[in-house]
T-cell receptor, first 114, second 113 residues
């Protein structure tokens, strides 16, 4: 069975500061890993996806995530937070052998302080 | 590419009524997925289609729920005899195939009175 655990349901950072959203995964098979962002009353938008090509994955809007197999982690970072980054972020995992069903974490709400 | 479209955006209904939601995927996308998202939770997989074939259904999809994709294009999700616990955001996503990113619609928010 696959699962993801997002550490911290709410994270607050000052504008211009480093953003770090934590995600640990559990998978019995090599996984695909994702980060999605959700703005209020909207669907999810894919930020980035890990498929094993490279452990450091660059996404949209300046976000990136690093796959660490030994730590079973896939933390999301952005060097400098912007007010527009305020949203809900979801880490997710799927089975690489059958990329059909995505298992989402509970989400982390990112607050940006002026 | 107009994105995944869902209709209606909001639905308010009384307990016991039937409701139907529609999803129009991105054209040429063969796969279509339904998820349910409750407050404070991430989306949970319900079911998915490859063209018109429904290939998997979650155990979350009770016998009151039915999904169709008759011509391999748009899909409908029907909930019969709605219950309070059905209140949620219902999200639709589509992808070209199983190894391509899923593109999400803005969802239909269902409120049961």
């Amino acid at each position: 069975a696959q699962s993801v655990t997002q550490l911290g349901s709410h994270v607050s950072v000052s504008e211009g500061a480093l953003v770090l959203l934590r995600c640990n995964y559990s998978s019995s098979v090599p996984p695909y890993l994702f980060w999605y962002v959700q703005y209020p009353n909207q669907g999810l938008q894919l930020l980035l996806k890990y498929t094993s090509a490279a452990t450091l994955v660059k996404g949209i809007n300046g976000f990136e995530a690093e796959f660490k197999k030994s730590a079973t982690s896939f933390h999301l970072t952005k060097p400098s937070a912007h007010m527009s980054d305020a949203a809900e972020y979801f880490c997710a995992v799927s089975d690489r052998r059958r990329d059909d069903k995505i298992i989402f974490g509970k989400g982390t709400r990112l607050h940006i302080l002026p | 590419d107009t994105g995944v479209s869902q209709d209606p955006r909001h639905k308010i209904t009384k307990r016991g009524q039937n409701v139907t939601f529609r999803c129009d995927p991105i054209s040429e996308h063969n796969r279509l997925y339904w998820y349910r998202q409750t407050l404070g939770q991430g989306p949970e997989f319900l079911t998915y289609f490859q063209n018109e074939a429904q290939l998997e259904k979650s155990r979350l999809l009770s016998d009151r729920f039915s999904a169709e994709r008759p011509k391999g294009s748009f899909s409908t999700l029907e909930i019969q005899r709605t219950e309070q616990g059905d209140s949620a955001m219902y999200l639709c996503a589509s992808s070209f195939d199983g190894n391509q990113p899923q593109h999400f619609g803005d969802g239909t928010r269902l409120s049961i009175l």
